[in-house]
């Protein structure tokens, strides 16, 4: 299975090949059997390089302990659910993975593209097939996951070798969100191959009007959906297994994933701009571009060892092919760019300063100066080191100063935005609009305050949290009275009535809402504490209102681990409130394997009780219990739910406008049934309102 | 009729308003049962410092007090250290000032504000600002070019096609959707 898994990837580099240069050549001669004879060949790209992943797939669940990736990751007593994970757990696999989610979604745009946009759609696979060819350069020649084991015999001739069990997956990654975290984060990052794929192909076709964005939209929100998922599930797995009390470290691999977001719902928003105005052309492709560079930034970051990291890959050289091919990529857009830059000019003007335009331009802003931030924190050390020889750290401190005025900022703009008209806003409208959410904020500032809030980022970020909600209920609650005074439905029926004709406007509050909710729990941290003892059985602590008492603790033998188990009560008020049950995993395969931390939590929407069993003390051979009070912490995680509703509401089509009979009797209208049928009445057809 | 419309406009508003001010309530009830507990002076100078740098014992690189690996001998040396200097009342300056002696500047969690290390601070201050004289300026431009097209796209009132209506309402339709 290892050979067929390697020969079909080997055909699927072939097949990108032709797909690439057979593309180039049908947009140059413009013929139709080439055309789709390249395209054809794009669709066999992905058929080979599923099969090929499949493969893999195949031989960790046969346990097939020839080929050294899957000894690498992979061993009898691993779990099948752990088996899938295994998949990504190192840098050949992982590299696989990548090319697996690309070729999903490569797969779907050419097939959904197949009988439009002829003009466009060769270009795009084009661009495709160039990025698949890069990640299966990678595949096939320098990271390739079928590598048998050999041993050098007599004339250094190699002989196969079979191991009996292999190393089995590192304690960190066996956990149900390792198996669902690195693939919502992965198709984040490829998923933005498409708008890239596509804004490159519009550019280089010099592709009239707005098309390529609204084809765009939705597989950009995918992407967007997909990797706000991964980040939140790789904060919320940080939080559960790392066992540190946060669940944000600035770490440079969660930075590489954070940044790609920001220049992505920059481009969610400016490119409204483009739709409807015909405006920021060039602000938008070029958006496009530093997203996709980003990504494959992100890629390098984590993988080349350049910057340290918990979460790398083993440093290897595959680090200079990714800077060959970020290289190559910045060229390719720069040559495009300027050859076709006369194509980007806006058609549009600027009414008025206070509009709807202005306040995405200073979203844009805030969000490109955010991602500014995060890059040349993380980035900083190593150019220090270079030019200074002065080894420097940039840590969440650094982070956690720049960064959260900017996110205060940012807020402020998510209420700001949508209470802007298009073209202009008059100051009548500004007072009838902010007057509200305006006295909201001011009054939870001053009830926070007095009731002693007083630390200056929690107490703004509250009073936002508090300002931004007031003015995404105004826009439900007006949109939802026009529609209950027209229906007479309830007016909660009327508000998703309103989300259901206009889901991309009203999913987008959703997702304001959201991340409302998540800057909610961030308000929390400055509050968080924690205490840590060695303890005997018997022995309390205390942590705020609660007491800890760790009764026993005993040793659970699993399939593929030992697990050292804490039994805590927590008291509250000498009430027992429930048991915790903190553990450390011994995996029984590898000895030198830290063990692995299972956190246990007693998690409210006022505060997480989270409990570590951190190890044996060396000085008093006592366990040690760390245990941590973080404040509104599950806001965040809900918070997040709500964000990804969100972008689902957003990618429902609109609801159709539909033809009804109102009842009219003469001039006046009724609205109560039974009169209406007791009196004659003439039919009227009346649109109900309609977006698309 | 129209009474009890404001009536029931007014019920709704104080209900809203009961239910903001519960909100920020339940919130800032949170902060203030918590309020009151002091960081200790060591926890917020090792808030300062990372673990595993320049050691081989621990490579974690965590804020030095949040490093959660025990029996990490770096971390529990240089938490020993600290507590002791605190105790003698050492100032945080000299505190730090020795902790870089024993580990380089890489023991700090953030960058000195001093020399080339100024680039990392002042960078994304320079870009908010850089950023914001360039959103400025092009609005200033489209707004000067939006003035200067108002009068052609003004026009003479009379004689609108209706086709022409009809794209126009369709553009207004378009821009006002979002």
Redesign the interface.
């Given at each position: 299975m290892d050979l067929f898994g390697a020969f079909a990837l080997l055909l699927a580099f072939i097949c990108a090949v032709y797909a690439f240069v057979g593309g180039i050549f049908a947009i140059w001669t413009r013929h139709p059997l080439l055309i789709k004879s390249a395209r054809q060949s794009g669709i066999a790209t992905c058929i080979l390089i599923f099969i090929g992943t499949f493969s893999l797939e195949y031989l960790f669940f046969s346990d097939d302990f020839s080929v050294a990736y899957v000894v690498a990751h992979s061993n009898r007593d691993l779990a099948p659910f752990y088996k899938i994970a295994a998949l990504w757990a190192g840098q050949e696999g992982s590299l696989l993975f990548w090319s697996f989610l690309l070729s999903i979604y490569v797969f779907s745009a050419l097939m959904a593209y197949r009988n439009k946009n002829g003009e466009l759609m060769p270009y795009v696979g084009v661009v495709l097939a160039g990025v698949q060819i890069f990640f299966l350069t990678l595949n096939n020649f320098v990271a390739s996951p079928f590598r048998t084991l050999a041993v050098a015999g007599a004339g250094g001739v190699l002989h196969p070798v079979v191991r009996a069990d292999g190393n089995g997956l590192t304690a960190l990654l066996q956990y149900p969100e390792m198996v669902i975290h690195p693939p919502n984060l992965y198709s984040g990052y490829t998923g933005f191959t498409i708008p890239f794929a596509f804004a490159l192909g519009a550019l280089l076709a010099r592709y009239p009007g707005e098309k390529w964005i609204h084809l765009t939209r939705k597989w950009t929100m995918i992407a967007w959906g997909f990797q706000s998922a991964g980040i939140l599930l790789g904060a919320h797995w940080a939080y559960a297994v790392l066992g540190w009390g946060g669940y944000w470290a600035w770490d440079p691999v969660e930075n590489a994933s954070l940044l790609p977001w920001l220049t992505g719902t920059a481009f969610l928003h400016s490119v409204m701009m483009q739709e409807k105005r015909g405006m920021m052309k060039v602000w938008n492709v070029w958006l496009v571009f530093i997203t996709f560079l980003l990504c494959i930034t992100g890629t390098f970051l984590t993988r080349s060892g350049v910057v340290a990291s918990v979460h790398a890959f083993a440093q290897s050289s595959i680090g200079n092919w990714f800077l060959g091919f970020i290289a190559v990529i910045l060229l390719t857009c720069l040559v495009a760019y300027f050859k076709n830059r006369d194509y980007l000019q806006s058609e549009n003007q600027l009414d008025a300063m206070v509009s709807r335009e202005s306040s995405f331009l200073f979203n844009n802003l805030i969000l490109l100066v955010s991602c500014v931030a995060v890059l040349s924190g993380t980035l900083f050390p190593v150019f220090s080191e270079w030019l200074s020889g002065n080894r420097i750290s940039v840590g969440a401190p650094f982070f956690n100063k720049v960064n959260i005025p900017i996110g205060l900022l940012l807020l402020f703009l998510t209420g700001v935005g949508p209470l802007l008209a298009w073209r202009k806003t008059s100051l009548e409208s500004l007072k009838r609009n902010f007057a509200g959410p305006l006295a909201a904020g001011a009054v939870g500032c001053v009830v926070a305050f007095t009731l002693g809030y007083r630390q200056f980022y929690s107490l703004v970020c509250l009073t936002l949290c508090v300002f931004v909600a007031g003015t995404i209920t105004l826009e439900f609650y007006r949109g939802a009275k026009v529609i209950r005074a027209r229906s007479g439905a309830s007016f909660v029926a009327s508000a998703v009535d309103l989300t259901m004709r206009n889901t991309r406007r009203y999913g987008g509050y959703i997702v304001h809402m959201g991340m409302v909710l998540i800057f909610v729990g961030f308000a929390g941290v400055a509050f968080n504490r924690d205490i840590q003892k060695d303890m005997q059985p018997g022995s309390t602590m205390q942590i705020g209102p609660y007491t800890l008492r760790l009764q026993s603790m005993d040793s659970r033998p699993e399939k593929n681990y030992t697990a050292e188990r804490m039994n805590v009560e927590v008291l509250r008020n000498n009430k027992q409130l429930m048991m915790l049950y903190p553990e450390r995993r011994h995996f029984n395969v590898n000895a030198n394997e830290p063990a692995g931390t299972m956190v246990a939590i007693y998690s409210t929407l006022k505060e997480d009780l989270y409990v570590v069993y951190a190890g044996e003390s060396p000085e008093t051979n006592l366990p040690v219990i760390h245990a941590y009070l973080n404040p509104l912490v599950k806001w965040i995680w809900f918070g997040g739910a709500v964000v990804v509703f969100g972008t689902l509401v957003a990618l429902l089509p609109n609801r159709k406008s539909v033809l009804v009979l109102a009842a009219v009797a003469g001039t006046v209208p009724q609205s109560i049934a039974g009169q209406a049928l007791a009196q004659p009445f003439t039919p009227r057809p009346a649109m109900r309102e309609g977006h698309d | 009729m129209i009474k009890d419309a404001v009536t029931k406009k007014r019920q709704l508003q104080a209900i809203s308003?009961v239910l903001?001010?519960a909100?920020?309530?339940?919130?800032?009830?949170?902060?203030?049962?918590?309020?009151g507990?002091q960081?200790d002076r060591a926890k917020e100078i090792g808030?300062?410092l990372?673990c595993g740098?320049g050691t081989p014992l621990c490579d974690?690189?965590?804020?030095l007090t949040?490093?959660?690996?025990?029996?990490c001998r770096n971390s529990s040396g240089m938490l020993k250290t600290l507590d002791q200097s605190v105790a003698r009342g050492d100032s945080e300056a000299t505190i730090l000032q020795n902790f870089i002696a024993e580990f380089?500047?890489?023991?700090?969690?953030?960058?000195?504000k001093s020399?080339?290390?100024l680039?990392?601070?002042y960078?994304?201050g320079a870009?908010?600002f850089a950023?914001?004289l360039?959103?400025i300026l092009?609005?200033s431009r489209?707004?000067r070019?939006?003035a200067a097209?108002i009068p052609s796209a003004a026009g003479p009132t009379q004689g609108v096609s209706p086709d022409l209506l009809a794209r126009a309402r369709a553009q207004a339709?378009?821009?006002?959707?979002?």
């Open positions: - | 308003w903001l001010a909100s920020v309530a339940l919130a800032a009830g949170t902060a203030a049962t918590l309020r507990q960081t808030g300062k990372l740098i974690c690189k965590q804020i949040q490093c959660n690996h025990v029996g380089g500047t890489a023991v700090l969690s953030e960058p000195p020399g080339l290390n680039v990392a601070w960078l994304p870009a908010l950023g914001l360039l959103v092009v609005i489209w707004l070019r939006g097209a339709s378009r821009e006002t959707q979002d």
